[in-house]
């Protein structure tokens, strides 16, 4: 089992930068594929990047690819997402996501947990 908390969610303007994290309980965080969705009000929750378990190997969704970093610091069981360059269309809430399998996906139903989520607000 492993719980999930983000923060670092808030409101900024366009071309300003945030760092979202992800505190995960549970022994076996370092064995999980964590991900970062997120879902604007009226759409879909969609792919944003993901990261393999030793942080060596990372996917990010076109629309955020050159803006978004995401990393891993599993001794202390932390995700973080850093982006930059935010656009008014990055407005969403954000979800960290865990996948017991070990596989970078993209897809949402695939993976295991989810966090309650944080807003991320850019005005222009």
Known sequence: QVQLV???GGLVQ?????????????RT???????WFRQ????????AAAINWSGSVTYYADSVKGRFTISRDNAKNMVYLQM????PEDTAVYYCAADRRGVINII???YDYWGQGTQVTVSS
């Open 6 to 8: 983000e923060s670092g």
């Open 14 to 26: 366009a071309g300003d930068s945030l760092r979202l994290s992800c505190t995960a309980s549970g």
């Open 29 to 35: 965080f370092s064995n999980y594929v964590m991900g």
């Open 40 to 47: 604007a009000p009226g759409k879909e929750r969609e792919f």
């Open 84 to 87: 930059n360059s935010l656009k």
């Open 108 to 110: 949402a139903r695939n």
